[in-house]
């Protein structure tokens, strides 16, 4: 039976040998698993063997969409990339926004997996069905930075519409925060795909689709899909439109949430201009969309023509690489950060691992466990022009520290031995966004709990702290705070496989709401309860890779500094995690999902959620 | 001479969504294809985002480059026309447009341009009605002179007043 929406195409691209093969995935599959995350998931723990190193040949590539690109439901335009992370060693997933997903729709792809290592750097054409592995060489493709890449490949297939995904430097000499840019400011930023692709030898990949769309019921879908259209310019989207993300900075450092000198602080010294008003009044020059959003989150802010280092440079605002490169290394040298961004966009490093790494080491700096004579200039808080070079020579791998920093806070940390380990902010190896979690007790465990490492993306717990809905002080309510992220996480989890973006959760106002858009566009009857149990089942499955993997309760604890140090000033002075505490609204945490005591799925809980074929398999990897 | 209202785009206000790209083909073929649009987005990157239809040209070249006088301004609306019967694919037109926005249907060959949705069950331009800022209008040669006008003029007169002080 076929669905609308899916191509229900798979194809599996051995970039050691050049084969390409293509398949078909069955109707079941695609509603089970819904599309992004879920196939990622599925298919990872199908297919690739426990242990396998993340930057050996044998790792597993996954590209994947859902039903909705190339339809205008709103933020339809997704893709996610999924392997073994090189970076966590975990479940790796990053999901990006812009043109790819609609451009691959229309060649007809779906789902495509890429194994082995090609022999020399390549890139991948897919005109339509044509699916070509081509050469970097004869174009002069490799080392160059991502925004290049496209220009290049662009002007190669005369088409300035081509969607074009590529990898920088930083990728290519596999950085372990190593990106893949799209559309020059969306990144697939997190856990190193880009990484991935650098050790796949596979620098890019190019769509284009010229096959038109259909949906299963076009009048219903029109009726929706605009209603949509309507409701992604209301309220529930102002703020990402107005000032953008930015605007959180000074709501949250108003609650003492807004990570500063890597995360000694939540409270930021130097808030004067350090506002989305302040950013969007003085330095945006232009939002701009990606494919089929009308919110246009993407605010571009240029550094004046007459600065005397990064004159025009042009830069995608975001609340969080505005943190990593900016509060977080402790200065407000807004210039500083645009410039750093165009350079992690373009080298293709992941803005919130590169900014909060360079924090880390800037108090490795401070505690003269970095020295001025293997730097070269004095990386200290505060300075943003030291920021902008240390990315540069990260991406690049150029100096001595740059290159022990290209693989994250983590990896650097045990390079440089002694007290190191103690100023790498990171959950499971991938380091924190925004949130100073010590005044936030739901989404300190909603963020280490995150399958992919620190992350404020797959579950919003810091909602729950946010908006008072539990004492974010305290820890009482266990296993009801559990209940509460487990919710959210697998309602992400939905979105995440839809693809759609997390800026219009708030225009669906019930799960009845994708149900009735899922069947205009797919003409599968989806029940609210079986959307929300395919959510439960896909977390749960990518749960089940860590634990393959070799994860264990120890992983899903946030750093030592957040149980240890206080902040010195804020709504959240002197305040820390307890242990205690935290361990017990963890264990309501996996009570609630249904996980013994050590995080583990019962056979149980795997039974009732279709997952049977994963008892009996979750001990023999090695991390 | 009748005053006909086009699509005018204002470059300030375009975020580059591509959404009247993907309902103008929806409305009109009932299948999402922005290469059957009749309106174009374009972006020049970083700043630039627009999008083009036609603008129903007084002595359309389109017109007068078409060799099977395939294509004809309506007196009514002023849209350009395509009698699909005639219309062979050579895309002269398509090169002549000074806009570039004429396109070739990828399955009949014939080509598409601009019919305010005239073709449509819908009463106003979809791609007006569909997009989120409001950038989309139509207007005809003289609103936009008197528009260009007054925004002049106030651009002039904030220069002259804050010289002034």
């Given at each position: 039976?076929?669905?609308?929406?899916?191509?229900?195409?798979?194809?599996?691209?051995?970039?050691?040998?050049?084969?390409?093969?293509?398949?078909?995935?069955?109707?079941?599959?695609?509603?089970?698993?819904?599309?992004?995350?879920?196939?990622?998931?599925?298919?990872?723990?199908?297919?690739?063997?426990?242990?396998?190193?993340?930057?050996?040949?044998?790792?597993?590539?996954?590209?994947?969409?859902?039903?909705?690109?190339?339809?205008?439901?709103?933020?339809?335009?997704?893709?996610?990339?999924?392997?073994?992370?090189?970076?966590?060693?975990?479940?790796?997933?990053?999901?990006?926004?812009?043109?790819?997903?609609?451009?691959?729709?229309?060649?007809?792809?779906?789902?495509?997996?890429?194994?082995?290592?090609?022999?020399?750097?390549?890139?991948?054409?897919?005109?339509?069905?044509?699916?070509?592995?081509?050469?970097?060489?004869?174009?002069?493709?490799?080392?160059?930075?991502?925004?290049?890449?496209?220009?290049?490949?662009?002007?190669?297939?005369?088409?300035?519409?081509?969607?074009?995904?590529?990898?920088?430097?930083?990728?290519?000499?596999?950085?372990?925060?190593?990106?893949?840019?799209?559309?020059?400011?969306?990144?697939?930023?997190?856990?190193?795909?880009?990484?991935?692709?650098?050790?796949?030898?596979?620098?890019?990949?190019?769509?284009?689709g010229t096959k038109s769309i259909k949906v299963a019921d076009p009048k219903k879908f029109y009726v929706l899909g605009k209603d949509f259209v309507k409701r992604a310019i209301g309220t529930a989207t102002a703020k990402y439109r107005d000032y953008g993300t930015p605007s959180g900075l000074a709501s949250y450092n108003d609650m003492g949430m807004l990570g500063n000198y890597n995360f000694r602080e939540g409270y930021f010294d130097k808030m004067d201009k350090f506002t989305g008003q302040w950013l969007d009044e003085n330095l945006v020059v232009k939002k701009v969309a990606c494919s089929q959003c009308p919110i246009?989150?993407?605010?571009?802010?240029?550094?004046?023509?007459?600065?005397?280092?990064?004159?025009?440079?042009?830069?995608?605002?975001?609340?969080?690489?505005?943190?990593?490169?900016?509060?977080?290394?402790?200065?407000?040298?807004?210039?500083?950060?645009?410039?750093?961004?165009?350079?992690?966009?373009?080298?293709?490093?992941?803005?919130?691992?590169?900014?909060?790494?360079?924090?880390?080491?800037?108090?490795?700096?401070?505690?003269?466990?970095?020295?001025?004579?293997?730097?070269?200039?004095?990386?200290?808080?505060?300075?943003?022009?030291?920021?902008?070079?240390?990315?540069?020579?990260?991406?690049?791998?150029?100096?001595?520290?740059?290159?022990?920093?290209?693989?994250?806070?983590?990896?650097?940390?045990?390079?440089?031995?002694?007290?190191?380990?103690?100023?790498?902010?990171?959950?499971?190896?991938?380091?924190?966004?925004?949130?100073?979690?010590?005044?936030?007790?739901?989404?300190?465990?909603?963020?280490?709990?995150?399958?992919?490492?620190?992350?404020?993306?797959?579950?919003?717990?810091?909602?729950?702290?946010?908006?008072?809905?539990?004492?974010?002080?305290?820890?009482?309510?266990?296993?009801?705070?559990?209940?509460?992220?487990?919710?959210?996480?697998?309602?992400?989890?939905?979105?995440?496989?839809?693809?759609?973006?997390?800026?219009?959760?708030?225009?669906?106002?019930?799960?009845?709401?994708?149900?009735?858009?899922?069947?205009?566009?797919?003409?599968?009857?989806?029940?609210?309860?079986?959307?929300?149990?395919?959510?439960?089942?896909?977390?749960?499955?990518?749960?089940?890779?860590?634990?393959?993997?070799?994860?264990?309760?120890?992983?899903?604890?946030?750093?030592?500094?957040?149980?240890?140090?206080?902040?010195?000033?804020?709504?959240?002075?002197?305040?820390?995690?307890?242990?205690?505490?935290?361990?017990?609204?963890?264990?309501?945490?996996?009570?609630?999902?249904?996980?013994?005591?050590?995080?583990?799925?019962?056979?149980?809980?795997?039974?009732?959620?279709?997952?049977?074929?994963?008892?009996?398999?979750?001990?023999?990897?090695?991390? | 001479?009748?005053?006909?209202?086009?699509?005018?785009?204002?470059?300030?206000?375009?975020?580059?969504?591509?959404?009247?790209?993907?309902?103008?083909?929806?409305?009109?073929?009932?299948?999402?294809?922005?290469?059957?649009?009749?309106?174009?987005?374009?972006?020049?990157?970083?700043?630039?985002?627009?999008?083009?239809?036609?603008?129903?040209?007084?002595?359309?070249?389109?017109?007068?480059?078409?060799?099977?006088?395939?294509?004809?301004?309506?007196?009514?609306?002023?849209?350009?026309?395509?009698?699909?019967?005639?219309?062979?694919?050579?895309?002269?037109?398509?090169?002549?447009?000074?806009?570039?926005?004429?396109?070739?249907?990828?399955?009949?060959?014939?080509?598409?341009?601009?019919?305010?949705?005239?073709?449509?069950?819908?009463?106003?331009?979809?791609?007006?009605?569909?997009?989120?800022?409001?950038?989309?209008?139509?207007?005809?040669?003289?609103?936009?002179?008197?528009?260009?006008?007054?925004?002049?003029?106030?651009?002039?007169?904030?220069?002259?007043?804050?010289?002034?002080?």
């Amino acid at each position: 039976m076929t669905l609308e929406g899916y191509t229900q195409e798979r194809v599996n691209i051995h970039l050691d040998t050049g084969k390409i093969e293509k398949g078909s995935i069955t109707e079941e599959f695609c509603t089970n698993w819904i599309g992004g995350y879920g196939f990622g998931a599925k298919v990872l723990w199908d297919e690739l063997k426990p242990g396998t190193d993340p930057l050996s040949p044998d790792n597993i590539l996954v590209w994947a969409i859902g039903p909705y690109p190339g339809t205008f439901l709103p933020t339809s335009s997704k893709y996610g990339l999924f392997a073994k992370s090189p970076l966590t060693g975990l479940f790796g997933l990053s999901i990006s926004s812009g043109s790819i997903a609609q451009q691959a729709r229309r060649a007809g792809h779906n789902l495509i997996v890429f194994y082995g290592k090609a022999e020399e750097p390549v890139y991948i054409m897919f005109d339509d069905g044509d699916i070509q592995i081509l050469p970097c060489k004869e174009i002069d493709l490799w080392g160059k930075g991502a925004w290049t890449s496209d220009e290049i490949l662009k002007e190669h297939f005369h088409d300035s519409r081509l969607s074009v995904a590529a990898i920088g430097p930083a990728g290519e000499k596999l950085s372990k925060i190593g990106c893949v840019t799209n559309d020059r400011n969306r990144q697939a930023g997190r856990t190193g795909m880009g990484c991935v692709m650098g050790s796949k030898n596979l620098k890019a990949l190019c769509f284009r689709g010229t096959k038109s769309i259909k949906v299963a019921d076009p009048k219903k879908f029109y009726v929706l899909g605009k209603d949509f259209v309507k409701r992604a310019i209301g309220t529930a989207t102002a703020k990402y439109r107005d000032y953008g993300t930015p605007s959180g900075l000074a709501s949250y450092n108003d609650m003492g949430m807004l990570g500063n000198y890597n995360f000694r602080e939540g409270y930021f010294d130097k808030m004067d201009k350090f506002t989305g008003q302040w950013l969007d009044e003085n330095l945006v020059v232009k939002k701009v969309a990606c494919s089929q959003c009308p919110i246009a989150c993407d605010h571009l802010a240029k550094v004046p023509k007459d600065h005397p280092l990064w004159a025009g440079a042009v830069g995608s605002m975001d609340i969080e690489n505005i943190y990593s490169l900016g509060s977080n290394c402790g200065h407000d040298d807004w210039y500083a950060i645009i410039k750093a961004i165009t350079l992690c966009d373009d080298l293709g490093m992941d803005t919130i691992s590169a900014g909060t790494t360079v924090a880390f080491a800037m108090e490795c700096f401070e505690k003269g466990i970095i020295k001025k004579e293997d730097v070269g200039y004095d990386l200290s808080f505060g300075d943003g022009e030291a920021v902008v070079k240390m990315i540069e020579e990260m991406g690049n791998r150029s100096s001595k520290i740059g290159d022990i920093l290209s693989d994250g806070s983590r990896a650097a940390a045990k390079k440089l031995g002694g007290d190191a380990m103690k100023y790498s902010m990171q959950v499971k190896g991938l380091e924190f966004p925004m949130f100073d979690i010590r005044g936030m007790s739901c989404f300190a465990v909603g963020a280490s709990v995150s399958i992919r490492g620190a992350c404020h993306l797959r579950n919003g717990a810091y909602g729950l702290d946010a908006k008072g809905k539990f004492d974010r002080f305290t820890y009482d309510k266990p296993l009801e705070r559990g209940k509460a992220i487990k919710v959210v996480e697998d309602e992400y989890g939905v979105i995440d496989s839809l693809i759609i973006c997390k800026f219009t959760r708030g225009i669906y106002a019930d799960k009845q709401d994708h149900c009735d858009i899922y069947k205009a566009v797919t003409g599968y009857d989806m029940t609210p309860k079986k959307l929300m149990l395919d959510g439960e089942a896909i977390h749960n499955l990518a749960k089940c890779f860590n634990i393959r993997e070799g994860a264990t309760k120890a992983d899903d604890y946030p750093p030592e500094r957040f149980f240890t140090e206080a902040p010195t000033r804020g709504p959240a002075k002197g305040v820390t995690l307890k242990k205690a505490g935290y361990t017990k609204v963890l264990e309501g945490y996996y009570e609630a999902r249904g996980w013994d005591k050590e995080g583990v799925p019962t056979d149980e809980t795997l039974k009732r959620l279709g997952l049977d074929f994963v008892i009996g398999k979750l001990k023999g990897g090695k991390k | 001479m009748p005053r006909h209202e086009f699509i005018v785009v204002d470059p300030d206000k375009c975020i580059g969504c591509e959404l009247c790209e993907t309902v103008c083909s929806f409305v009109h073929d009932g299948e999402f294809n922005p290469l059957h649009s009749r309106i174009k987005r374009v972006r020049i990157e970083p700043l630039i985002n627009i999008a083009l239809s036609c603008q129903k040209c007084e002595d359309p070249d389109c017109v007068n480059a078409c060799p099977q006088k395939a294509l004809e301004k309506s007196e009514k609306d002023g849209s350009i026309l395509v009698d699909e019967d005639k219309c062979s694919g050579c895309a002269f037109c398509i090169r002549a447009c000074p806009f570039g926005a004429i396109s070739m249907s990828t399955e009949t060959g014939k080509v598409l341009i601009c019919d305010l949705c005239e073709s449509t069950e819908y009463e106003e331009p979809q791609c007006i009605e569909f997009c989120p800022r409001e950038a989309i209008s139509l207007r005809t040669v003289d609103q936009v002179g008197d528009e260009k006008r007054i925004d002049a003029v106030k651009r002039l007169l904030t220069e002259l007043l804050a010289g002034s002080k």
